[in-house]
């Protein structure tokens, strides 16, 4: 997997050594409630933990971190040493929980599962079984974890405020961490970067952190990195201006890429977009198999389609060419059409992320084909293309596939072609379709060979 080196830097949050201490902590708890365990000796007690923090990735400098946790853990009383006899009757010094603790597991053995929980999911939300295993607490910990976590999928507030007053977290960010560990995406429906949903999945387009400028891997960006990486679910939060917001969904980050996109300020900006498939629960246990199967195939991986259109390419979709004339138009077609193949061949290279990838177009294509349609409707069956222009100053225009991509049509030039908006209406719905379509691919493919040859 494509791994951040967090232990280095993560950025906001708990230090390296409470992550060390709190694995010392949950790891003697492990040792208490897995019967048959003894208490260990010290340099036992500092070579299991640190085995544990090197699996984990949680220690940055090996055994002195297991040291470092054990000296914490006695100083603040949560463990104490102890004399036993070992096996051939001399005294040994053991370590292990104090003995007020150990007590309360005992009695209280429902109390001590949710405090054991609070520092799991604060230190390590969304345990791995693995893990769990690990430290010993798969058993006392699994099935209780995730129960006492607030707030609860469905729950409405009137006010950001109000959820930061109660959950922690900066009110104003659009991503934010809360007190108990989990990162919290919000969106908003009435805004007009209402983050979309994948039609075929029902997974969500989530863009990030960042109302202007290009948006860089920082922040919350960043804290969605790092679930991304760790797989970790977040909480998914959608609000409207009548109700204000409600926690919709828990959701896994099953792709990154960042794409062309335009801010508040009406500025074409490289943004992140997180795709989110929702999930029951931070328990991975109850993930679908398909979601588990995409995050498999995803690897972390990250798709950058604003390396397709670089600087200037990106402003102004057909005046420009008009001004370079045709042999410019010939380079620049050229250019676009081999790096709208090559996405298309990474496209091609997944199957599970596939349905993702027909919904993110490859922008290079469609850059290539308003060039090519120099600002007019293609179909050469079009009975009048409106001369008027959009609002925005763009030519009437709506780049189409040919042959549909949910059909193995490619995202390529050739398989599309720039249709007025009557055009394309007599395209999808028009009682000649078929014969139209056939006309369409016969144009498209015939533009593009004389671009290609020019
Ligand atoms: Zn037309």
Same mark, same amino acid.
């Given at each position: 997997?494509?791994?951040?080196?967090?232990?280095?830097?993560?950025?906001?949050?708990?230090?390296? !050594?409470?992550?060390?201490?709190?694995?010392?902590?949950?790891?003697?708890?492990?040792?208490?409630?897995?019967?048959?365990?003894?208490?260990?000796?010290?340099?036992?007690?500092?070579?299991?933990?640190?085995?544990?923090?090197?699996?984990?990735?949680?220690?940055?400098?090996?055994?002195?971190?297991?040291?470092?946790?054990?000296?914490?853990?006695?100083?603040?009383?949560?463990?104490?040493?102890?004399?036993?006899?070992?096996?051939?009757?001399?005294?040994?010094?053991?370590?292990?929980?104090?003995?007020?603790?150990?007590?309360?597991?005992?009695?209280?053995?429902?109390?001590?599962?949710?405090?054991?929980?609070?520092?799991?999911?604060?230190?390590?939300?969304?345990?791995?079984?693995?893990?769990?295993?690990?430290?010993?607490?798969?058993?006392?910990?699994?099935?209780?974890?995730?129960?006492?976590?607030?707030?609860?999928?469905?729950?409405?507030?009137?006010?950001?405020?109000?959820?930061?007053?109660?959950?922690?977290?900066?009110?104003?960010?659009?991503?934010?961490?809360?007190?108990?560990?989990?990162?919290?995406?919000?969106?908003?429906?009435?805004?007009?970067?209402?983050? !979309?949903?994948?039609?075929?999945?029902?997974?969500?387009?989530?863009?990030?952190?960042?109302?202007?400028?290009?948006?860089?891997?920082?922040?919350?960006?960043?804290?969605?990195?790092?679930?991304?990486?760790?797989?970790?679910?977040?909480?998914?939060?959608?609000?409207?201006?009548?109700?204000?917001?409600?926690?919709?969904?828990?959701?896994?980050?099953?792709?990154?890429?960042?794409?062309?996109?335009?801010?508040?300020?009406?500025?074409?900006?490289?943004?992140?977009?997180?795709?989110?498939?929702?999930?029951?629960?931070?328990?991975?246990?109850?993930?679908?198999?398909?979601?588990?199967?995409?995050?498999?195939?995803?690897?972390?991986?990250?798709?950058?389609?604003?390396?397709?259109?670089?600087?200037?390419?990106?402003?102004?979709?057909?005046?420009?060419?008009?001004?370079?004339?045709?042999?410019?138009?010939?380079?620049?077609?050229?250019?676009?059409?081999?790096?709208?193949?090559?996405?298309?061949?990474?496209?091609?290279?997944?199957?599970?992320?596939?349905?993702?990838?027909?919904?993110?177009?490859?922008?290079?294509?469609?850059?290539?084909?308003?060039?090519?349609?120099?600002?007019?409707?293609?179909?050469?069956?079009?009975?009048?293309?409106?001369?008027?222009?959009?609002?925005?100053?763009?030519?009437?225009?709506?780049?189409?596939?040919?042959?549909?991509?949910?059909?193995?049509?490619?995202?390529?030039?050739?398989?599309?072609?720039?249709?007025?908006?009557?055009?394309?209406?007599?395209?999808?719905?028009?009682?000649? !379709?078929?014969?139209?379509?056939?006309?369409?691919?016969?144009?498209?493919?015939?533009?593009?060979?004389?671009?290609?040859?020019?």
């Amino acid at each position: 997997m494509n791994k951040l080196n967090l232990a280095k830097e993560r950025k906001s949050g708990p230090s390296e !050594k409470d992550f060390q201490s709190s694995v010392g902590f949950l790891w003697s708890v492990g040792q208490k409630v897995t019967q048959g365990k003894v208490a260990p000796s010290r340099s036992e007690a500092s070579d299991d933990l640190s085995s544990i923090l090197a699996t984990f990735n949680i220690s940055s400098d090996g055994k002195k971190g297991a040291d470092r946790a054990i000296d914490r853990l006695l100083e603040v009383g949560l463990w104490d040493v102890a004399t036993h006899p070992n096996t051939s009757g001399g005294p040994v010094e053991v370590v292990q929980l104090a003995p007020e603790y150990s007590d309360f597991i005992d009695t209280e053995p429902q109390w001590a599962a949710s405090v054991v929980s609070a520092v799991l999911t604060r230190f390590f939300p969304g345990p791995s079984k693995e893990f769990l295993d690990n430290i010993g607490l798969e058993g006392f910990a699994r099935g209780r974890l995730y129960s006492s976590l607030l707030p609860q999928t469905g729950e409405w507030f009137s006010k950001r405020l109000g959820i930061s007053a109660e959950y922690g977290g900066d009110w104003v960010r659009g991503i934010v961490r809360f007190e108990d560990g989990y990162v919290s995406a919000f969106s908003k429906t009435s805004s007009p970067y209402a983050d !979309k949903v994948i039609q075929s999945t029902g997974w969500i387009a989530y863009v990030g952190d960042g109302l202007y400028g290009d948006q860089n891997l920082i922040s919350g960006n960043w804290k969605m990195a790092e679930c991304q990486d760790q797989r970790i679910p977040v909480r998914f939060w959608r609000g409207d201006d009548k109700r204000g917001y409600r926690f919709e969904t828990w959701a896994v980050i099953v792709q990154r890429r960042r794409q062309w996109g335009i801010d508040k300020y009406d500025n074409e900006r490289k943004e992140y977009v997180w795709v989110l498939a929702p999930v029951p629960s931070p328990d991975v246990e109850s993930w679908p198999i398909s979601i588990r199967d995409a995050l498999d195939d995803d690897m972390a991986k990250f798709y950058d389609e604003t390396r397709e259109l670089v600087g200037e390419d990106v402003e102004g979709f057909v005046q420009d060419e008009l001004e370079v004339g045709l042999r410019g138009l010939v380079e620049s077609y050229a250019c676009l059409n081999s790096r709208a193949s090559e996405a298309e061949m990474v496209r091609r290279a997944t199957s599970t992320t596939r349905k993702i990838q027909d919904y993110f177009r490859s922008p290079s294509a469609r850059k290539a084909v308003m060039q090519r349609s120099g600002g007019r409707c293609e179909s050469p069956e079009c009975l009048g293309h409106p001369y008027e222009r959009s609002v925005n100053g763009d030519p009437m225009l709506e780049v189409d596939h040919v042959r549909d991509l949910a059909q193995g049509g490619k995202d390529v030039p050739v398989n599309m072609i720039a249709l007025c908006p009557n055009c394309h209406a007599l395209k999808t719905r028009g009682e000649n !379709k078929d014969e139209l379509r056939k006309a369409l691919v016969k144009a498209a493919r015939d533009k593009h060979q004389k671009l290609i040859s020019g």
